[in-house]
């Protein structure tokens, strides 16, 4: 088989079809390849022809190896398994941080003696520090490696959880949250990339899938955990001024998996295909060395029975070469690795795929939020009514008491948890299990992008019809999927914004998709609130549309 020059500069060509040893044998025909090394690449120059930076290297031959090619002889095997469950621990440890904090604030309430605007800050400051640190993270992730990154921000994560177990002062608890987002910035920056690019083209997507599934897999073991530790009746009196109560626990069953997940990375390599960008050629060699030996017992020069394993490395466009050279501070290098982003040939791909993250999590995380509020509001409802009907009336039930009785300002402090909270949220967190289960089936024989079309529009149509359906039961399937649907998609976005990019782009391109939609989601749960009880139907459309034109940009994504 010829390789041309357009077929190698095409980001991880895929070579999955046929038989990988005669592709192997017979890969043979471009002469050229580009360098290995960003410095060389400035060096030489760009040929301004073709946009791309093309260096001759008489020390790769003509038959060396494709990335992907020694992927699709690994297939999906043990280190690809033990990649999926230590991301999927990551992930629980990451998620764990900020649901805990909504069961920790009720149940510490009395012991902080917290006021609303207290418990406020606690809730948003990990979210917070999330947002600041996502993008930056992501800088640091293409720059020092996936797994350091992931490695080193879950390490200072769980050392700042187990402080934060035994501070007594409202405001240092919630600036260790904050830093608990700002490390956890790491683990979102990078955990796709790292999982992703062990991982052949095949079974890219749906190993992200499932990756992402852990999410719900959190939703249902933080209530879980909180509910086992939370029905005790016990405290530990470390001092006369320290009591170790029960809520404090849930923290350190928080942080296990993730410091699980981070001493697993200590005997993982690097990224193979990270090291090959950097211009490491024969560590990347190790690395692939390490996962075959793993993988089958058998060294890489063996396995592909080549004598000297050499890899292909990937050709750095025109915009890639933008991220290098040197600045006067990291906020010019930031800036300076960020303009590719923007850059043909990937400018107006990344655009349409970050503008789309936001819109999911605008629509599907920050109804969720207020999920718990709209169903305790409408429980009492009447059965022949619309859900804004019926919000309206419990609305209209409260300025009425409000009016009539006289409030109290001897108010007892009661910080229990009612069985019925940790019941809905599991029952939540097995509906989006389930549907993850269902979407990783459906996305190999359908195609990722036909699975998001159909997700959000089947979401599209469960909210407009929220503004007619009177049935009780109706109305609870129809929310339930008006939130799950979107929020599934999610999962097959981060897929396809790893494989729109080249390894250099990968991981800022992710944390700009996590970080914008993270401030959508914060946009949507300030908007609900201000809109809930006045607008509640144009709160609804407004959503609504927000997921039509999510569907909209997908259409025109290569995916």
Not at 46 to 72: C, F, Q, V
Not at 226 to 234: A, H, P, R, T, Y
Not at 251 to 280: D, Y
Request: charged share 10%; net charge negative.
């Amino acid at each position: 088989m010829q390789f041309s020059q357009g077929e190698q500069s095409r980001h991880l060509p895929s070579l999955v079809e046929g038989n990988v040893g005669e592709l192997a044998q017979q890969g043979e025909g471009s002469n050229s390849h580009p360098t290995t090394g960003n410095s060389s690449l400035m060096a030489n120059g760009r040929d301004d022809t073709d946009g791309l930076a093309l260096k001759m290297d008489p020390s790769i031959p003509p038959n060396a190896w494709e990335y992907n090619e020694i992927l699709d002889v690994f297939g999906f095997g043990k280190v690809q398994w033990l990649l999926l469950i230590n991301s999927g621990l990551l992930t629980i440890t990451s998620m764990a941080a900020q649901l805990a904090v909504g069961i920790i604030g009720i149940s510490s309430q009395c012991e902080f003696n917290m006021s609303q605007g207290e418990k406020g800050v606690m809730m948003a400051a990990c979210v917070a520090g999330l947002v600041i640190s996502t993008y930056l993270c992501g800088y640091l992730c293409d720059i020092w490696g996936r797994r350091a990154v992931l490695m080193w921000a879950m390490f200072i994560a769980n050392f700042l959880q187990f402080v934060s177990m035994f501070v007594t002062n409202i405001w240092v608890f919630n600036l260790l949250n904050f830093l608990i987002g700002i490390s956890l910035g790491g683990v979102s920056a990078s955990i796709y990339c790292y999982l992703g690019e062990f991982i052949c083209n095949k079974y890219r997507a749906v190993a992200i899938n499932y990756s992402t599934m852990f999410v719900s897999v959190t939703a249902i073991y933080v209530p879980a955990i909180s509910w086992l530790v939370l029905s005790g009746e016990w405290s530990w009196e470390i001092t006369s001024s320290f009591v170790f109560r029960p809520w404090r626990l849930i923290i350190l069953l928080s942080l296990l998996p993730g410091f699980i997940a981070a001493l697993m990375l200590l005997v993982f390599p690097e990224s193979p295909i990270f090291l090959l960008a950097q211009g490491k050629h024969k560590e990347a060699v190790e690395a692939l060395d390490w996962v075959a030996k793993v993988n089958t017992g058998l060294h890489l020069e063996t396995l592909l029975k080549t004598p000297h394993i050499t890899l292909k490395p990937e050709e750095l466009s025109e915009a890639a070469l933008l991220t290098t050279g040197s600045g006067c501070s990291i906020l010019s290098n930031i800036w300076k690795a960020t303009v590719p982003l923007f850059h043909k040939p990937h400018g107006k791909n990344v655009i349409l795929a970050v503008t789309v993250m936001m819109g999911m999590l605008f629509s599907s995380n920050g109804m969720q939020i207020w999920f718990p509020e709209i169903v305790n509001r409408s429980a009492g409802g009447a059965g022949d009514a619309t859900i804004c009907t019926v919000l309206d009336a419990s609305y209209a039930r409260d300025r009425i008491m409000a009016t009539n009785n006289t409030m109290t300002k001897d108010v007892i402090c009661d910080d229990t948890i009612s069985t019925k909270t940790y019941v809905d949220n599991i029952v939540v967190g097995l509906a989006f299990l389930v549907g993850f289960s269902i979407q990783g089936a459906l996305l190999n024989p359908l195609g990722r992008k036909n699975v998001l079309l159909a997700s959000l529009a089947v979401g599209a149509v469960c909210g407009l019809l929220l503004h007619v359906v009177t049935d009780t039961t109706g109305i609870l399937i129809l929310f339930c999927l008006y939130i799950l649907l979107p929020g599934l998609s999610m999962s097959i976005m981060c897929g396809a914004l790893v494989d729109l990019v080249p390894t250099q782009l990968k991981g800022k391109t992710m944390s700009m998709g996590l970080t914008l939609g993270r401030v959508g989601l914060i946009a949507s749960s300030n908007l609900i609130a201000a809109m809930l009880e006045p607008y509640c139907n144009g709160i609804f459309a407004i959503i609504t549309l927000v997921i039509i034109g999510c569907a909209g940009l997908v259409y025109f994504l290569p995916i």
